[in-house]
């Protein structure tokens, strides 16, 4: 009887997992392509914000949860596009302009959602993604039920890291990207178009962001409340600095993030914290803030970021 | 043909012109918005102007909320002219609150008390900021991201406080107990909220103006600022400066918190500041890093937040409107600034 207690807590345990790292792996992913490319971007946490509130109310309206991921995909993709316009074309400041961008889009997805919902005592929600069992796989003991039973976006997820890996280590696109991030002189030279890659690699960061603020409204919580985020984009830039800037590391940074935050939730919900959780909240941020610290010796961070490119300034 | 040249030099009335058609620019694309929640463009702006700065309650209520504001915005200025990207304000917003109103609820004479928890503020803020600076110059850690990230840290370490060993006893809520009734700062107008906390704040930008136009400590900010290799080699010990314009902003920061918890809310709660520390880099930004025009900044964007509750019960467009309008103010003048670098020129086709 107790062993069957331990395999539920076991398999509910990984299950939670997996689903608190899914929308982090997104938008560290979704950030590393930006910064790899040498763009900062600060928007992520408004990003996040606005493509939940419009994933969500895309979905509210038409009923399709595919349109609505779809929704949230382009919104992101817009906003990176933004981002991409001020700091990669215009050559403004990224940092300030990162905020700027997240000021802006937190504030219109507020805005938006209380002109589309007004204001409701009950939060209208939506009949969210359900978990999808893989044939075969999902009867593996344990790993299973908590890794192959799951909604599709995470095993979208799943996919995405080596798909990261494979687009930025093996394609000639990856290849530019680190070329313009690292150095954007030499890329020039090369006749890799410094502007144009940028561009894109932010947008595509903004594609994955758009993704874990889908996951967020439409999987996690089937409804978009003004906390959704809460941090999470931040955490996101902490996790491509602790994951080296690397597609694996960052993914896995982001599953060791999710497993101290699902170790803290179970602690809180069984009465057995002596210690506050906000402890476990607080540990990636300052183990990101030592780890930089640390590697800063080696410097593993893309040598052009923050740097705008103008092709005139020699 | 249009072609963006570069500048070498800018006209002095740039620094007005450049705000006020950043602000400008806001409103009008912002005015989409009103016309989308189907209210009129004028009449809001207009009610939003009559209840931020239509009669003098108003305008204290405005100063009331401008003041927070204009202590970030001289940290972010302060740190800014020197590079010191200090993304941080608000953590050190809520370390100055924190240790406030520790202070403050210790019991003693009134003004003794208003003393002690400005200097506790100050001195938190102060050593929040200390962190990222010390990080960068000790081992070149990117100060933009560890500033930032230190928010994070600060806001966790204040949950875990009211919520836990701090957690006002009287209270269902998680928040601190109140600062004695005798540190409460004093109202100046009779039946308003304006408190001492908004003339300290009206009072520091002078004198952060003075400090760094006038000072030799302000020079070498922003001789480290402008030019960090001719400030090494003209004898400036450039990480010393770092260090020393993180704690002047730090501590601006930290008085943000001091006034809030001393003027305002007289304890410490999760939402004391609604991202005030980040409206601190709209403000510097507006105000193009100048501590004097850190004050009118701030008070436009005191007004856009106080105004908005008012258009928003008279009109029914959202109040949130104000966070749209801030956030794109930054941007607007992000782009106006592109005016101080280069010049629009017309390239004849011939030539």
């Given at each position: ?38 763009v ?33 995909v ?124 940028r ?116 | ?74 940290a ?22 924190v ?6 609820a ?8 208003m ?78 909220r ?25 020079f ?10 001719a ?12 260090l ?35 409206s ?6 507006l ?24 258009m ?20 607007a ?19």
């Amino acid at each position: 009887m107790s062993a069957v207690f331990e395999q539920i807590f076991q398999v509910g345990f990984l299950a939670a997992i997996i689903r608190i790292a899914t929308p982090l792996a997104f938008a560290t992913l979704g950030e590393m392509f930006s910064e790899r490319a040498g763009v900062l971007n600060l928007g992520i946490e408004g990003i996040m914000l606005l493509c939940a509130m419009t994933g969500f109310t895309a979905t509210s309206v038409s009923g399709s949860l595919w349109l609505g991921v779809l929704v949230a995909v382009l919104t992101g993709m817009l906003m990176g596009a933004l981002h991409a316009l001020f700091t990669v074309v215009l050559g403004l400041s990224q940092h300030v302009c990162g905020i700027g961008v997240t000021l802006f889009s937190s504030g219109l997805a507020y805005f938006l959602y209380r002109l589309i919902f007004g204001q409701q005592s009950v939060p209208p929600s939506i009949k969210g993604f359900q978990t999808v069992p893989i044939p075969l796989l999902s009867d593996i003991p344990v790993l299973g039920p908590a890794v192959f039973n799951q909604f599709t976006l995470v095993y979208i997820a799943i996919l995405a890291i080596p798909l990261a890996a494979f687009v930025l280590y093996r394609t000639p696109w990856g290849l530019s990207v680190r070329m313009v991030g690292e150095n954007p002189r030499a890329a020039d030279s090369a006749g890799v178009s410094v502007i144009a890659t940028r561009f894109q690699a932010v947008i595509l960061g903004g594609a994955l962001m758009g993704l874990a603020g889908a996951f967020l409204s439409m999987a996690q919580f089937n409804a978009f409340t003004f906390g959704v985020v809460s941090g999470r984009g931040w955490v996101a830039i902490a996790l491509v600095v602790f994951g080296r800037w690397d597609p694996w590391r960052s993914a896995g940074a982001a599953l060791l993030f999710a497993f101290v935050d699902a170790l803290q939730l179970r602690m809180q919900a069984s009465g057995l914290g002596h210690i506050p959780y906000e402890a476990f909240l607080m540990l990636p941020f300052i183990f990101t803030i030592v780890a930089m610290a640390v590697m800063s010796r080696n410097a593993v961070a893309p040598s052009a970021l923050l740097k705008p490119f103008r092709r005139e300034e020699r | 043909m249009f072609r963006l040249e570069a500048r070498s030099s800018t006209p002095a009335w740039f620094n007005l012109a450049l705000p006020l058609l950043a602000i400008a620019a806001t409103l009008v694309l912002c005015s989409g918005l009103i016309a989308l929640a189907g209210a009129g463009v004028l009449e809001s702006y207009g009610v939003m102007f009559t209840a931020s700065l239509g009669d003098s309650y108003a305008i204290t209520e405005t100063l009331v909320r401008a003041a927070p504001m204009i202590f970030t915005g001289l940290a972010v200025a302060v740190a800014f002219r020197a590079k010191f990207w200090n993304i941080g304000a608000e953590g050190q917003l809520l370390a100055g609150a924190v240790a406030s109103c520790f202070v403050g609820a210790i019991p003693m004479p009134g003004p003794l008390a208003m003393l002690l928890m400005a200097l506790a503020g100050a001195a938190a803020g102060a050593l929040v900021a200390l962190v990222p600076a010390t990080l960068r110059v000790k081992f070149k850690v990117d100060d933009v991201v560890s500033s930032l990230l230190l928010n994070s840290v600060i806001y966790y370490a204040l949950m875990a406080l009211i919520e836990g060993p701090w957690k006002d006893s009287f209270s269902g809520y998680p928040i601190s107990p109140p600062i004695e009734d005798s540190a409460n700062f004093p109202v100046l107008i009779e039946g308003t909220r304006l408190h001492l906390g908004v003339i300290v704040a009206l009072i520091a930008a002078p004198l952060i103006w003075f400090l760094i136009v006038r000072t030799t400590l302000g020079f070498r900010i922003r001789v480290t600022g402008e030019n960090p290799e001719a400030a090494r080699y003209g004898g400036i010990h450039v990480e010393r400066v770092l260090l020393s314009t993180a704690l002047l902003s730090g501590a601006l920061a930290g008085m943000a918190g001091v006034g809030e918890v001393g003027g305002v809310h007289f304890q410490v709660m999760s939402d004391i500041s609604p991202g005030y520390g980040y409206s601190g880099i709209v403000v510097a930004m507006l105000a193009r890093l100048n501590p004097l025009g850190v004050v009118p900044a701030a008070i436009f964007l005191a007004a856009v937040m106080t105004g908005a509750e008012a258009m928003s019960r008279a009109t029914g467009v959202p109040a949130f409107l104000s966070d749209v309008i801030q956030g794109t103010a930054l941007l607007a003048m992000l782009v106006a600034l592109l005016f101080t670098a280069y010049r629009i020129r017309r390239v004849g086709a011939t030539s």
